[in-house]
């Protein structure tokens, strides 16, 4: 975008565009002047990232807990300002349990055959995938 072009397309553009001149004088004031809240938050979030390697060794359920509430961190900071720490995100993801899947995806097709419902994903093949490919 540049300053002789609008883009249309853009929903928030065309918005302003159509406020703008119905407003009349505005007078910029800080929104949320709260220093103290800020340091606060500042302090706490170095507080927990400080601590973030207790996962290693707490219990599985609370590590994968700690990852999900650091993965929606994450995420909301990227969905907000913009920024996202990728390598970080991706690192998080070694604390999700993923070894329970297949205990979880046998116990939901057991809790669906009782009940007389399809599988929702057939089961794989007799011998395997790989077998199946032969």
Aim: glycine share 8%; proline share 10%; with cysteine.
């Amino acid at each position: 975008m540049s300053y002789g072009k609008i883009d249309h397309d853009e929903f928030a553009m065309v918005a302003g565009l159509f406020v703008l001149p119905t407003v009349g004088r505005v007078r910029l004031v800080p929104l949320l002047h709260l220093p103290g809240l800020l340091h606060a938050s500042q302090w706490g979030l170095l507080l927990l990232e400080t601590a973030s390697p207790l996962m290693l060794v707490g219990r599985p359920r609370l590590a994968a807990l700690g990852a999900a509430g650091w993965a929606l961190f994450h995420l909301v900071t990227w969905a907000s300002i913009g920024i996202h720490f990728l390598p970080t995100a991706i690192c998080l993801t070694a604390f999700w349990p993923l070894e329970a899947l297949p205990a979880w995806r046998d116990r939901r097709r057991a809790v669906r055959a009782a009940r007389g419902q399809p599988p929702a994903v057939p089961p794989p093949p007799a011998g395997g995938y790989v077998a199946a490919r032969r």
